[in-house]
């Protein structure tokens, strides 16, 4: 059995059936191969013995754009290493990256040589470049895009802010992270941003998947006023299921719940004096009725009527009879303690609802109502009076039967000669 280090001819044999490049470049006094290996042929389609015979052969096959960086290698001062990535230019077309390591090596009798490996790391780069040209994309997307994305870590450090937050808070990117959470959001929702934590951090101590967070929560604009962002939170878990960051968008939705607002206002008030509309009203009266029912509370309906509304808006037209309405409706408002409900019914006619009152309270509320509309003259109009019939809850009555006693106590005022209240 032999014993000592492998002789000459077996580290040939492995150069030679490695997919590395194994080589000797002699550099001083010229330029040539003194040993390279098989695997160059697989690397960039040059035969080792064509590049042996002539350097050239292979050298030339490197991407004139690296061909100063190899220059430069060549002249690594003996006793050094170093590292150099290049491209070459298969013979059949392709690109080839390497990365190179070598040394240089003075001998005895005073030439040069470069020893070293050529590693194919094509694959590698590829994977860097599109690694990069999606962390490109990723960012570019992130800082163009109309929606707030940020990242936080999990000791709650906002570490990442993209630049929409300054159009829709006022913030710049800067001055967003180094807020705390307080002045990010107003209290309520500061409190349901703390209770998510708790939940995501209870499940990573108990090993369970981390919730996400989808819903809306309110922010401080740098001018003092409320944003209503639209948010989702996801926690950034690895390939071993641990959670690394947290990931965020926010979207500013505050024009349209305005405009949902709005539209949830018009569908429940009456468009000309801004009081409840007559269906909202009588969902109200209902909901009322039967709360006091359960409780043995008393309650006043009030039903009031503008005398003569049709002559004026034969002389003052619809514009005019707007205008009166309006201005009843007001007065009406600033009779009533805040507690208490006022609907236009339709027409001129309206329904006012007076919560724990007995009749005779009632009556005397309805007396300083037509008092208060009576007695100080409308700017457009003159005076101008009202009638109203009062009705006290009673046992058993359902809405229709409440409604309907209020509207024939109007009538009898009416009947009475008008500017007048009647009871039931």
Known sequence: MSTGLPNSEWFRQLADGSTIVFFALRVQPELAFEFLGDAIETHIGCPAAEALADPRAALDQIDPAHADRFAEGLTLPPGEDSTMEFAWRHRDGRPVYTRIWYRSRRRDDGSVVLEGTVRDITQLHEAEVELQQSEQRHRLLAENAWDVIWTMALDGTITYVSPAVERVRGFTPG??????????????????????????????????????????????????????????????????????????????????????????????????????????????????????????????????????????????????????????????????????????????????????????????????????????????????????????????????????????????????????????
Not at 232 to 254: C, E, F, K, M
Not at 267 to 281: K, M, S
């Open 175 to 424: 001055e967003a992270m180094s807020q705390s959470l307080e002045e990010i959001h107003p209290p309520e929702s500061a409190d349901s941003v703390r209770a998510y934590y708790e939940r995501l951090f209870a499940a990573i101590a108990a090993g369970t998947d981390p919730p996400v967070f989808r819903g809306e929560h309110e922010y401080y604009r740098k001018d003092g006023s409320i944003m209503t962002g639209e948010l989702q939170v996801i926690p950034h878990v690895d390939a071993d299921g641990r959670v690394v960051q947290i990931l965020g968008v926010t979207r500013d939705v505050s024009e349209r719940r305005q405009f949902e607002a709005e539209l949830r206002r018009l569908a429940v008030t009456d468009e000309v004096t801004g009081l409840w509309n007559r269906r909202h009203g009588e969902e109200l009266l209902a909901a009322e009725l039967a709360d006091a029912r359960a409780a043995g509370r008393p309650m006043a309906l009030l039903m009031l009527d503008i005398d003569h509304f049709k002559s004026i808006n034969d002389r003052h037209g619809h514009q005019g009879g707007d205008d009166a309405l309006v201005e009843v409706s007001r007065r009406l408002r600033d009779s009533l303690p805040g507690t208490d409900m006022v609907s236009r019914w339709g027409g001129d006619e309206f329904v006012v609802l007076l919560r724990d009152c007995r009749i005779d309270e009632g009556l005397t509320v309805a007396d300083k109502i037509r008092g208060r509309i009576a007695d100080t003259a409308f700017e457009s109009f003159g005076l101008m009076t009202v009638s109203v019939g009062a009705a006290e809850l009673q046992p058993g009555d359902d809405l229709d039967a409440w409604l309907a006693r209020a509207d024939e106590a109007l009538y009898k005022a009416k009947r009475s000669g008008r500017n007048a209240v009647r009871a039931y």
